[in-house]
């Protein structure tokens, strides 16, 4: 199995960067593939999830209204646009996977076997 981050990078406050998680190995329809963070000092945080057996997604509270997480069943791939990013966004972003496949939405870390290598977000003030 592989997850693979991409799209991360340097952007000012209020801007955009789209993150994308290539996955490979798996059953794509059958798992949940879930988005988190962890910033300098701090304990990684979950962000967003989607559930792809039946779309249903979760967003932390401090991400929503600004990013969004789509699948494209096709690519096995998986999106996070993050809008009016600020810099509290600022932190390593992990794509990871775990078997899921009637969609209870797994948001927790600990239930997750499967993870990327993360990719950097620097959100400048």
């Known amino acids: 199995v592989q997850l693979v981050e991409s799209g991360g990078g340097l952007v000012q406050a209020g801007g955009s960067l789209r993150l994308s998680c290539g996955v490979s190995?798996?059953?794509?329809?059958?798992?949940?593939i879930g988005w988190f963070r962890q910033a300098p000092g701090k304990e990684r945080e979950g962000v967003s999830i989607?559930?792809?057996?039946?779309?249903?997604?979760w967003y932390a509270d401090s991400v929503k209204g600004r990013f969004t997480i789509t699948s494209d069943n096709g690519k096995d791939t998986i999106y996070l646009q993050m809008n009016n990013l600020k810099p509290e966004d600022t932190a390593v972003y992990y794509c990871?996977?775990?078997?899921?496949?009637?969609?209870?939405?797994?948001?927790?870390?600990?239930?997750?076997?499967?993870w990327g290598q993360g990719t950097q977000v620097t959100v400048s003030s």
């Open positions: 989607i559930s792809n057996s039946n779309g249903r997604t």
């Open positions: 990871a996977a775990t078997f899921d496949p009637h969609g209870f939405g797994m948001r927790f870390e600990d239930e997750y076997e499967y």
């Open positions: 190995g798996l059953i794509f329809d059958d798992h949940d």
